[in-house]
């Protein structure tokens, strides 16, 4: 069973234009989730962070908006850059350390 | 270092063979993480390390999997006996003290033949 899910795999979005990447889970003990980012060959990079005591946390471009009641988040990029294309995955903190990552949705931002 | 580094990038072992993934964390970091990622899928936990202690061994799919951090810094991941559905990329995190931000490696892509 699957407790963080990412429903979209794909997602194309015109350059300049707003990208929402979202984000659902099923065990409403995690308490902490962050966003990657990974680029074909790399390792997943560290992206943005939003604990459940807030609804939203904004650095930059990155907006990461949390709904607990809907078990839901999103990750709103805006302006979105042809550097953002990459795959995108959520990850929610279970216990003090593990994380649960999502499938990931490849995002790829058009010139 | 500047990052966590892993070796090797890319390895190719027969079935049956015992292989050896490496792991330097950076520098200071006291969290250890492995983790699987099968293609088309997120990474999922193995095992986590605080220091040298092996805090949780929960996600290792087999007896087959085994970790150590002897001395708190470099870990090893060792995999026994390969078989075909081992083949996945291998992640290696750290983190600091006190954060949940983990750092990850670049990866070493297993492929069982």
């Known amino acids: 069973d699957q407790q963080v899910k990412q429903n979209s795999p794909s997602l194309s979005v015109q350059e300049g234009r707003i990208s929402i990447l979202n984000c659902d889970y099923t065990?409403?003990?995690?308490?902490?989730f962050l966003w990657y980012k990974k680029y074909p060959a790399e390792g997943p990079t560290f992206l943005i962070s939003?604990?459940?005591?807030?609804d939203k946390n904004e650095d930059g471009r990155f907006t990461v908006f949390l709904n607990k009641s809907a078990k839901h988040l999103s990750l709103h990029i805006v302006p979105s850059q042809p550097g953002d294309s990459a795959v995108y995955f959520c990850a929610a903190l279970q216990g003090a350390q593990k994380l649960v990552f999502g499938q990931g949705t490849r995002l790829t931002i058009n010139p | 270092g500047a990052g966590v580094s892993q070796s090797p990038r890319y390895k190719v072992a027969k079935r049956g063979q015992d292989v050896a993934l490496r792991c330097d964390p950076i520098?200071?970091?006291?969290?250890l993480f492995w983790y699987q990622q099968a293609l088309g899928q997120g990474p999922e936990f193995l095992t986590y390390f605080q220091n040298e202690a092996q805090l949780d061994k929960s996600g290792l799919p087999s007896d087959r999997f085994f970790a150590e951090r002897p001395e708190g810094s470099v870990s090893t991941l060792k995999i026994q006996r390969t078989q075909q559905e081992d083949s996945a990329v291998y992640l290696c995190a750290s983190s600091a003290r006190g954060r949940y931000e983990a750092f990850f490696g670049q990866g070493t892509r297993l492929t069982v033949v």
């Open positions: 520098s200071g970091h006291v969290s």
């Open positions: 939003i604990s459940s005591i807030k």
């Open positions: 065990n409403s003990m995690f308490d902490y």
